[in-house]
């Protein structure tokens, strides 16, 4: 006969792991093996003590791991023998006191409603019936409401809404679906709706009611400022041309695109072309944003586009995530024969370059002259998340803007990092936190060119600060002495005695697509870091580099070459000056018919040939953001810009379906090399975009002819590299590389010549990923130390 051996086990479990339904899980995988034990949370994460025979406990640790919980991530398991205490039954117990020491529980991400709670929300029987604020342990918000630690009711902004008896029932109920559920509420005991008019003081009706009244003004072609998840939309109807062009007139939003929230799959795919990971995406947890091509099946449906994004080919389009945007288009009972929206254009509620409103007050204040109503609700939004976007690039989906679902999740570093701050460059910025293998990558911060966005910096990275606990020494920015966010980095260590770093812009683009890819220190990477501004070591500014090293340091190996920029930021907003000097740079004459040449009148013409002449006013650039600019204006794209990016994207939107010729013919950059730099001279690609105009070749197939000589140009200058330094492996990065025709043509040319081409699939090639690459530069004495007082005198 053989004894059964009963065993003990302690285990500390670490990763997301709270407010997911992971103690319940725990409670019932035990007690189905008849174990005997107790969970509980606390700062750290998870304690389970787990007892009984050693084959059922055995079954438990593989089990514990293989049946999680959807929401629910492990990252850490420590499992030790203990003496068996002999007990019975299994307990949940508790959430234990929160302690000071480092946290390594995790907060999780506001997550798109559950299939369980729509089915509640839409069910006339259920008690959650149209009830907008439904939730429970698998879905609804939670990085939004979290204020403090450890994640518990008390220490959300639900706080503020006692349980009633029966959702205290269910909360308390290990088997229920919302056992533990912290954003857990129903219509007796939760945050509800007030609608009020713009004309009216005061809200004016409240909960279903007010619904029905946003619905109304929707209905009538009027613009709603909607409280969500993480800050509120300014919303219209995005089949009604007239709301949507007063939409953009209000918000003063020139023509930059807008995302709009359909009602199911079906309409989306009326508006654009998904494939099977694109629809993946938008149904997913994490909802975001997809920016896919075009499909317009109807013409009205090209009219949404039309007016949502116009010129760019593409279009941003999610799927309601919260009950609220759900019961948006879902009939309602008291409007009777009123269809609800197909699709509502759905942007952040803010004037442009502020941050997004997240309070009602602030509301109606800043968003007054926007919206014609407001749908306030009473649920606090702690820290404001805007919508995260990402964008179907060949075969996979790569991140445009890493925010709501995603953060504050931390991405794994390759290195161990101290405590680390890094803040980003200026525009799209988030911040990064590091310690450990660990780097929390912020939500979407935004243009830090103004101090409203400079205080959202502030208020992220303090928020980050407080849910990660972690002691920073290292406060990182960008090398760029103009930035209000170097001034603020610089300020912050100053304040606490941390050491300031800087990190060069395009060094942190590449180890930032290195750190997601955990490529181990040291191993070197041909970087191709394309872009619009970035500071270089030479204090030029810098956009189309090669750069070949790791996170601690890099060398400049190539570039495009430089060309003057007339008047800097004026000729970042005016592509018909990049275009001049590029033509300058090429030595083609200014001739009328180059559609650059005839935007700009006499008096334009003289000043920048002065400057083009003297230097005055002029900084060389490198960029290869600049030289896409420079094309589209003399293609005849585009002579201004309303928003960064807007040229190129238009450019790429040309040549839609085009394919270049194989022979390029004149579209050739010429590579040189000087003095042990590889160059690239854009002059002959200059040249052979003025001969198409002269030649009358349509604009779409010369702009297919330039994609394919700048693809063509990166892999004639990886082969040189290789042949030199032995580099197998190719990274692309950087803003350029949102462009899904350039990002597919260099991978393609570049793995049928034998490299291995790491493209970003975590965090944006724009500046939105920048930060977790400084902070890998800093965890590995990258970047320049300086003295904390440097920056007081800029
Ligand atoms: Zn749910
Ligand atoms: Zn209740």
Same mark, same amino acid.
């Given at each position: 006969?053989?004894?059964?051996?009963?065993?003990?086990?302690?285990? =500390?479990? %670490?990763? *997301?792991?709270?407010?997911?339904?992971? $103690? #319940? @899980?725990?409670?019932?995988? +035990?007690?189905? /093996?008849?174990?005997?034990?107790?969970?509980?949370?606390?700062?750290?994460?998870?304690?389970?003590?787990?007892?009984?025979?050693?084959?059922?406990?055995?079954?438990?640790?593989?089990?514990?791991?293989?049946?999680?919980?959807p929401?629910?991530?492990?990252?850490?398991?420590?499992?030790?023998?203990?003496?068996?205490?002999?007990?019975?039954?299994?307990?949940?117990?508790?959430?234990?006191?929160?302690?000071?020491?480092?946290?390594?529980?995790?907060?999780?991400p506001?997550t798109a409603?559950?299939?369980?709670?729509?089915?509640?929300?839409?069910?006339?029987?259920?008690?959650?019936?149209?009830?907008?604020?439904?939730?429970?342990?698998?879905?609804?918000? =939670?990085? %939004?409401? *979290?204020?403090?630690?450890?994640?518990? $009711? #008390? @220490?959300?902004?639900?706080? +503020?809404?006692? /349980?009633?008896?029966?959702?205290?029932?269910?909360?308390?109920?290990?088997?229920?679906?919302?056992?533990?559920?912290?954003?857990?509420?129903?219509?007796?005991?939760?945050?509800?709706?007030?609608?009020?008019?713009?004309?009216?003081?005061?809200?004016?009706?409240?909960?279903?009611?007010?619904?029905?009244?946003?619905?109304?003004?929707?209905?009538?072609?009027?613009?709603?400022?909607?409280?969500?998840?993480?800050?509120?939309?300014?919303?219209?109807?995005?089949?009604?041309?007239?709301?949507?062009?007063?939409?953009?007139?209000?918000?003063?939003?020139?023509?930059?695109?807008?995302?709009?929230?359909?009602?199911?799959?079906?309409?989306?795919?009326?508006?654009?072309?998904?494939?099977?990971a694109a629809r993946a995406a938008l149904s997913s947890p994490e909802a975001p944003?997809v920016?896919?091509?075009?499909?317009?099946?109807?013409?009205?449906?090209?009219?949404?586009?039309?007016?949502?994004?116009?010129?760019?080919?593409?279009?941003?389009?999610l799927l309601?995530y919260?009950?609220?945007?759900?019961?948006?288009?879902?009939?309602?009972?008291?409007?009777?024969?009123?269809?609800?929206?197909?699709?509502?254009?759905?942007?952040?509620?803010?004037?442009?370059?502020?941050?997004?409103?997240?309070?009602?007050?602030?509301?109606?204040?800043?968003?007054?002259?926007?919206?014609?109503?407001?749908?306030?609700?009473?649920?606090?939004?702690?820290?404001?998340?805007?919508?995260s976007?990402v964008?179907?690039?060949?075969?996979?989906l790569?991140?445009?803007?890493?925010?709501?679902g995603y953060?504050?999740?931390?991405?794994?570093?390759?290195?161990?990092?101290?405590?680390?701050?890094?803040?980003?460059?200026?525009?799209?910025?988030?911040?990064?936190?590091?310690?450990?293998?660990?780097?929390?990558?912020?939500?979407?911060?935004?243009?830090?060119?103004?101090?409203?966005?400079?205080?959202?910096?502030?208020?992220?990275?303090?928020?980050?600060?407080?849910?990660?606990?972690?002691?920073?020494?290292?406060?990182?920015?960008?090398?760029?002495?103009?930035?209000?966010?170097?001034?603020?980095?610089?300020?912050?260590?100053?304040?606490?005695?941390?050491?300031?770093?800087?990190?060069?812009?395009?060094?942190?683009?590449?180890?930032?697509?290195?750190?997601?890819?955990?490529?181990?220190?040291?191993?070197?990477?041909?970087?191709?870091?394309?872009?619009?501004?970035?500071?270089?070591?030479?204090?030029?500014?810098?956009?189309?580099?090669?750069?070949?090293?790791?996170?601690?340091?890099?060398?400049?190996?190539?570039?495009?070459?430089?060309?003057?920029?007339?008047?800097?930021?004026?000729?970042?907003?005016?592509?018909?000056?990049?275009?001049?000097?590029?033509?300058?740079?090429?030595?083609?004459?200014?001739?009328?018919?180059?559609?650059?040449?005839?935007?700009?009148?006499?008096?334009?013409?003289?000043?920048?040939?002065?400057?083009?002449?003297?230097?005055?006013?002029?900084?060389?650039?490198?960029?290869?953001?600049?030289?896409?600019?420079?094309?589209?204006?003399?293609?005849?794209?585009?002579?201004?810009?309303?928003?960064?990016?807007?040229?190129?994207?238009?450019?790429?939107?040309?040549?839609?379906?085009?394919?270049?010729?194989?022979?390029?013919?004149?579209?050739?950059?010429?590579?040189?090399?000087?003095?042990?730099?590889?160059?690239?001279?854009?002059?002959?690609?200059?040249?052979?975009?003025?001969?198409?105009?002269?030649?009358?070749?349509?604009?779409?197939?010369?702009?297919?002819?330039?994609?394919?000589?700048?693809?063509?140009?990166?892999?004639?200058?990886?082969?040189?590299?290789?042949?030199?330094?032995?580099?197998?492996?190719?990274?692309?990065?950087?803003?350029?590389?949102?462009?899904?025709?350039?990002?597919?043509?260099?991978?393609?040319?570049?793995?049928?010549?034998?490299?291995?081409?790491?493209?970003?699939?975590?965090?944006?090639?724009?500046?939105?990923?920048?930060?977790?690459?400084?902070?890998?530069?800093?965890?590995?004495?990258?970047?320049?130390?300086?003295?904390?007082?440097?920056?007081?005198?800029?």
């Open positions: 006969m053989t004894s059964i051996v009963r065993v003990r086990r302690s285990l =500390r479990v %670490t990763g *997301v792991v709270q407010g997911v339904g992971f $103690r #319940p @899980f725990v409670h019932s995988l +035990a007690t189905s /093996l008849g174990l005997a034990g107790r969970v509980g949370n606390d700062t750290a994460g998870v304690f389970v003590d787990v007892e009984g025979p050693a084959s059922g406990v055995e079954e438990f640790l593989d089990r514990l791991v293989t049946e999680l919980p929401l629910a991530a492990i990252d850490g398991l420590e499992v030790r023998d203990v003496e068996p205490t002999g007990g019975t039954g299994f307990v949940i117990v508790a959430s234990e006191a929160s302690g000071s020491g480092p946290v390594v529980a995790l907060i999780p506001d409603t559950c299939a369980d709670c729509r089915r509640e929300v839409l069910d006339p029987d259920d008690r959650r019936h149209r009830y907008p604020f439904t939730a429970c342990t698998y879905c609804g918000p =939670r990085y %939004t409401l *979290v204020t403090g630690l450890p994640y518990d $009711r #008390p @220490f959300t902004t639900m706080a +503020a809404f006692p /349980l009633c008896e029966r959702c205290a029932a269910e909360y308390a109920d290990p088997a229920d679906r919302r056992f533990h559920a912290q954003p857990t509420a129903c219509p007796a005991c939760g945050p509800r709706l007030a609608f009020r008019a713009a004309s009216s003081p005061v809200p004016t009706s409240w909960s279903d009611d007010a619904l029905a009244d946003a619905l109304r003004v929707l209905h009538s072609g009027g613009i709603v400022a909607v409280k969500g998840v993480g800050g509120y939309h300014l919303a219209c109807d995005a089949y009604r041309r007239d709301a949507v062009d007063e939409l953009r007139r209000r918000k003063r939003r020139g023509s930059k695109p807008f995302a709009v929230m359909v009602r199911d799959l079906a309409t989306a795919e009326r508006l654009v072309v998904l494939d099977d944003i920016l896919a091509a075009l499909a317009g099946l109807e013409p009205t449906d090209v009219d949404v586009a039309d007016a949502a994004a116009p010129g760019v080919g593409t279009l941003g389009v309601p919260s009950p609220l945007h759900l019961l948006l288009f879902t009939e309602h009972p008291s409007l009777p024969g009123v269809e609800p929206p197909r699709a509502l254009v759905m942007t952040s509620g803010n004037l442009s370059d502020e941050p997004l409103c997240t309070d009602p007050a602030e509301a109606d204040e800043r968003l007054a002259g926007l919206a014609d109503a407001f749908v306030h609700h009473d649920r606090p939004i702690h820290v404001a998340c805007d919508d976007v964008r179907v690039v060949g075969p996979t790569q991140p445009v803007r890493r925010s709501r953060a504050p999740l931390p991405v794994r570093l390759p290195m161990d990092a101290p405590g680390v701050l890094a803040v980003g460059a200026e525009l799209k910025t988030a911040v990064c936190l590091a310690s450990g293998r660990r780097a929390w990558m912020s939500q979407h911060v935004g243009d830090t060119e103004n101090l409203e966005t400079l205080a959202m910096l502030e208020r992220v990275a303090t928020t980050l600060a407080e849910l990660t606990r972690v002691d920073v020494g290292l406060v990182v920015a960008d090398a760029h002495p103009a930035y209000l966010s170097r001034r603020w980095a610089l300020g912050r260590a100053d304040a606490t005695g941390a050491q300031a770093v800087l990190v060069q812009h395009h060094h942190a683009h590449l180890a930032s697509l290195l750190a997601e890819h955990r490529v181990e220190p040291g191993q070197p990477v041909l970087g191709v870091v394309f872009d619009g501004t970035g500071f270089g070591t030479d204090g030029t500014i810098w956009g189309g580099e090669l750069l070949l090293g790791s996170y601690s340091a890099v060398t400049r190996v190539g570039h495009l070459a430089p060309v003057q920029l007339p008047g800097g930021d004026a000729a970042v907003r005016r592509p018909a000056r990049t275009a001049l000097a590029h033509l300058d740079a090429a030595g083609e004459p200014w001739d009328d018919l180059i559609p650059s040449v005839g935007a700009a009148d006499e008096t334009e013409r003289r000043v920048v040939a002065g400057m083009l002449r003297t230097g005055t006013g002029c900084t060389p650039t490198s960029s290869m953001g600049r030289l896409f600019d420079a094309v589209a204006s003399i293609l005849g794209v585009r002579q201004d810009v309303d928003y960064e990016g807007q040229a190129a994207m238009e450019l790429e939107a040309l040549a839609g379906a085009e394919v270049a010729g194989r022979d390029l013919g004149a579209w050739r950059f010429d590579l040189r090399d000087v003095g042990g730099d590889l160059v690239l001279d854009a002059a002959p690609v200059v040249r052979a975009a003025v001969r198409s105009v002269r030649h009358g070749v349509p604009a779409g197939a010369a702009s297919a002819a330039f994609h394919a000589a700048v693809a063509a140009g990166v892999e004639a200058a990886a082969l040189r590299v290789r042949e030199e330094h032995g580099t197998t492996t190719v990274g692309l990065t950087g803003g350029v590389f949102q462009n899904a025709r350039l990002s597919v043509g260099c991978r393609g040319r570049l793995e049928r010549q034998g490299f291995r081409v790491l493209v970003h699939e975590l965090v944006p090639p724009n500046d939105g990923g920048l930060a977790l690459g400084q902070v890998a530069v800093a965890a590995t004495g990258g970047g320049t130390r300086r003295p904390t007082s440097d920056g007081r005198t800029h």
